[in-house]
């Protein structure tokens, strides 16, 4: 009686895990990430808004971190912590994710200019940035300028890690130069945006 418990609680642990919501499988994601950082970071008040054109598309899930170094740097008289917000969106197939790429790259960066790219590459005011598209998911890392050097590099490949896959769209915003580079380089990312 003791092992047929055991095999019908199993059983409902993985039919759960088969038929968890994209909120549920969005937020073990991010949890896993943030376990990872748990020794090195804090989990921080989500103080920065996720991009402004990814806020009004129509995701089905969104889910926002933010995570501060414990250990902080010196620039000079300036004393800072190493920040990284994670935002994370789901939609219901891919064409929603692809109409959440365009409208972001209508209203892209900081003052929400539209992005326009020549062969994968343009420029744009935002914070160092990275997102990756996938199917039905789009995730976006963000810092800031005043805490670049290894430890932004350590996190860009971290992310790749959990959230990367093979037909992903990168999206990057280069260190603090405002040069963006979209690959792979779609002639469709390449028309101009207008508002």
């Not at 054109?53 to 740097?73: D, H, I, M, P």
């Not at 219901?92 to 539209?114: I, M, N, Q, T």
Request: proline residues 7%.
């Amino acid at each position: 009686m003791r092992f047929t418990l055991h095999l019908f609680v199993a059983g409902l642990l993985c039919a759960s895990a088969l038929f968890a919501s994209p909120a549920t499988i969005l937020q073990n994601r991010i949890e896993q990430l943030i376990h990872r950082y748990a020794p090195e970071y804090d989990e921080a008040r989500p103080d920065d808004p996720p991009p402004f054109g990814l806020r009004a598309t129509g995701y089905e899930s969104f889910k926002s971190v933010a995570l501060r170094k414990k250990s902080s740097q010196a620039y000079g008289d300036i004393v800072a912590h190493h920040t990284i917000w994670i935002h994370a969106y789901s939609y219901p197939d891919k064409d929603a994710r692809d109409k959440a790429l365009e409208k972001w790259f209508h209203c892209f960066g900081s003052v929400c200019d539209p992005l326009l790219l020549k062969n994968g590459i343009g420029f744009t005011k935002s914070p160092p940035l990275l997102a990756v598209a996938n199917d039905t998911e789009i995730f976006v890392l963000v810092t800031r300028c005043e805490t670049l050097g290894p430890e932004w590099d350590r996190n860009k490949r971290d992310f790749e890690e959990r959230f990367g896959s093979a037909g992903q769209i990168r999206i990057e915003v280069e260190e603090c130069s405002g040069k963006v580079s979209v690959t792979p380089k779609d002639q469709n990312h390449d028309k101009p945006h207008a508002r």
